[in-house]
């Protein structure tokens, strides 16, 4: 069964800092990872999606990578703003299966 | 565009009293599931769907059931609820499986007393 670790489980930063939340996962063999936004009480907003041909993503201020190889995906916040505070979850599609694993999430807090 | 929408958005059950969540979809995605999440256990899933009359178990499926009478919709049903089925569910659709990624709902929190 596939397993996803995401470390730290928070953290704090001050505003402008450029930040990195990290992904592993235990089975390489992989369809794709998505990484994921939710804000306190709220649903779950997709932010990246990367599929396992590809190294790499990038949406704005965020850009996310991927190395099937060692199992690890990082998602890098690039001049983090108060605004980013929220869960940030990843999410691994095994290549045999159509659903996604979840990592219990790094909860970001950006202070002003 | 209004994604997937789940309804309601808050309910208090008393234990053993049952109730039905909705989940609706306007994507015309063929795979449609329903997660729970706790504090510290993440998102698991708990059943899912490959198509329209299809349903399948998940990683948690005891004390839940569903029905995919319509491609558009996936309800999950609580036949007897348990103070243990406190949570909050999620709904998601995807086009192919997850290929192309997943639309989650907004949630609905769930609390059994």
């Known amino acids: 069964k596939q397993e996803v670790t995401q470390i730290p489980a928070a953290l704090s930063v001050p505003e402008g800092e450029n930040l990195v939340l990290n992904c592993s996962f235990t089975?390489?063999?992989?369809?794709?990872l998505q990484w994921f936004r939710q804000d306190p009480g709220k649903g779950l907003t997709s932010l990246l999606l990367i599929q396992s041909s590809q190294r790499e993503q990038t949406s704005g201020r965020l850009n996310a990578s991927l190395d099937k190889s060692s199992g690890r995906s990082t998602l890098y916040i690039a001049a983090s703003q108060p605004g980013d505070s929220a869960t940030y979850l990843c999410a691994v599609r095994p290549g045999n299966f159509n659903k996604f694993y979840f990592g219990s999430g790094t909860k970001l807090n950006v202070k002003p | 565009n209004a994604g997937v929408t789940q309804t309601p958005k808050f309910r208090v059950l008393k234990t053993g009293q049952s109730m039905t969540l909705l989940c609706a979809q306007d994507?015309?995605?063929?795979?449609m599931y329903w997660y729970r999440q706790d504090p510290g256990m993440g998102l698991r899933l708990i059943h899912y769907?490959?198509?329209?009359?299809?349903?399948a178990k998940g990683e948690v499926p005891d004390g839940y059931n569903v029905s995919r009478l319509k491609k558009q919709n996936f309800l999950l049903g609580l036949e007897s609820a348990a103070p243990s089925q406190t949570s909050v569910y999620f709904c998601?659709?995807?086009?192919?499986?997850?290929?192309?990624?997943?639309?989650f709902g907004s949630g609905t929190r769930l609390t059994v007393v």
């Open positions: 998601a659709s995807s086009s192919t499986g997850g290929v192309g990624g997943y639309t």
């Open positions: 769907s490959v198509g329209e009359g299809t349903t």
């Open positions: 994507m015309n995605h063929e795979y």
């Open positions: 089975d390489s063999a992989i369809y794709n």
